[in-house]
């Protein structure tokens, strides 16, 4: 069987890989397609389509996160491989090759899956509430072996105000050196540079091509060390222009549906007693309605909120493959130049301790807000920042309390989640053997893609 290396190299579009000579080789050497994507066009969705050749309807991750009914909690970025629903791509690999291998460098759901070789980002949480940069590795001698050559897993440039090539700098690196060191059957690599710039700035800015080009630079070394396995490219969706922030969940409070308690002040989503909320997540929104009855009056309210672009009932949920019991009674699409926030507090003085910290899997939605130094006031938010990193280093407890809120969803200028309507902003596929080439792949048939490429 042939081995594989697969990139994961998020936000790549045509229109960026003008400004990438090293990807774009590997087109040149085979081919070049248009690859669909799945809706929403969000990272955990979309690697999971790739992964198992279903719709999140078949697989079950409607998005980054959703509403754990079972718990009563709102959860993105869950890490366990078990959530994902069907058969794996390893899996159907080793229905005909026993003993078939694989490494994961940063796919998503990486924690628990059966393969060879895991490399994650895990910070450690200490007792005391400090978090600090790590990843988690099986088998867990990796970890050391990656430590060693590369340093510490650079967590606070993987996300957040600061985050930069640093972090997929180092993931190049770790895939280059597991790829060499244990010679895989199938290696999978996340690159998540292009996610940052372009949603700071927008996918026109200057700045887009520059990442563009400072990540194809990291990548090349990485190619050179693949030999004669056949590479493949993926992108999981393209980023657009954006100018609108969308509070749906303050209609929703507005107008009593959306309920909330207090502590300390601080007001935190209820979501068992509501009786609708929003899980927001880039430009698509899940609301989930306590009462059946109360879905058509949803519906219509949300419908007329500026911003929303269409509103899936039952029937368009199960038109776009959403139709999944972790979906919303409905969801949310923007309108193209739209995104929508998780704000659901209608006083800043009131938002909890939480939204002004990096805090991704405290906050009931994905907030790009992460990735500036608070806009109203970027000297203070630095100067925070540093007074935290002083306290750390003394071993004491700290808040990097630096993400502005209205401002900072103000700022965002890039984002994603809509099916592409202008094929130079969709994903693309990039493959290194000809025999496969078509000009044109959907998501679901990515795994039997990379099962024909194995054989």
């Known amino acids: 069987m042939t081995s594989l290396l697969v990139l994961d190299v998020v936000g ?9 000579p090293r990807l774009r080789a590997v087109g040149e050497r085979g081919f070049q397609a248009g690859l669909g ?10 690697q999971s389509t790739f992964l198992t050749g279903l719709p999140p309807s078949g697989h079950g991750i409607v998005g980054n996160g959703w509403y754990f009914r079972d718990l009563g909690e709102v959860l993105l970025w869950r890490q366990h491989n078990a959530l994902v629903e069907g058969e794996k791509l390893w899996q159907a690999a080793r229905r005909e090759r026993p003993g078939y291998t694989v490494a994961n460098v940063c796919w998503w759901y990486a924690m628990g899956a059966d393969v060879d070789w895991t490399v994650t980002p895990r910070p450690i949480y200490r007792a005391d509430g400090r978090k600090d940069p790590d990843c988690y590795t099986d088998p867990p001698g990796l970890h050391d072996e990656l430590t060693a050559e590369l340093g510490t897993f650079p967590l606070f440039t993987y996300w ?5 090539i640093a972090s997929s700098r180092w993931i190049a690196r770790a895939t280059r050196h597991v790829m060499t060191a244990h010679n895989p059957d199938l290696t999978l690599a996340y690159l998540p540079h292009l996610d940052y710039d372009l949603q700071r700035f927008g996918p026109g800015h200057p700045q887009a091509a520059a990442a563009a080009a400072e990540l194809d630079a990291e990548l090349g070394p990485l190619l050179d060390a693949a030999g004669d396995r056949t590479v493949v490219v993926l992108s999981e969706y393209g980023i657009t222009d954006v100018a ?6 303050r209609l929703l409070r507005s107008e009593g549906l959306l309920r909330v308690h207090t502590q300390d002040g601080m007001e935190y ?4 007693t509501s009786r609708a909320f929003a899980v927001a997540d880039h430009q698509v929104a899940h609301i989930y309605v306590r009462d059946p009855a109360d879905v058509p009056a949803v519906a219509k309210l949300c419908a007329a909120l500026p911003g929303v672009g269409a509103v899936l009932d039952q029937d368009g949920k199960a038109a776009h493959g959403l139709d999944h019991p972790r979906s919303g009674e409905l969801v949310l699409l923007a309108e193209p130049d739209a995104w929508f926030t998780y704000y659901y507090w209608l006083d800043d003085a009131r938002a909890p301790d ?3 910290l990096v805090e991704i899997h405290r906050k009931p939605g994905y907030d790009p807000a992460e990735l500036f130094f608070d806009p ?12 935290a990193l002083l306290r750390k280093k003394l071993g004491m407890r700290y808040l990097m309390s630096v993400v502005g809120l ?34 044109r792949y959907a998501a679901t048939e990515v795994k039997d893609l990379l099962l024909r490429l194995a054989r």
Do not use: Y
């Open 269 to 272: 989503l209820d979501p068992w």
């Open 406 to 439: 209205d401002a900072g969803a103000r700022a965002v200028r890039g984002s994603h989640g809509l099916l592409p309507a202008d094929p130079a902003d969709a994903p693309v596929l990039l493959c290194s053997d000809p025999a496969q080439a078509r000009d």
């Open 376 to 387: 109203a006031a970027p000297g203070a938010a630095k100067r925070r920042a540093g007074l």
């Open 354 to 356: 939480f939204a002004r």
């Open 37 to 46: 994507t799945v809706l929403p066009a969000v990272t955990c969705s979309v």
């Open 160 to 164: 957040g105000p600061g985050a930069g």
């Open 12 to 20: 790549l579009t045509p229109r960026l890989l003008a400004h990438m």
């Open 244 to 249: 609108r922030p969308v509070d749906v969940n």
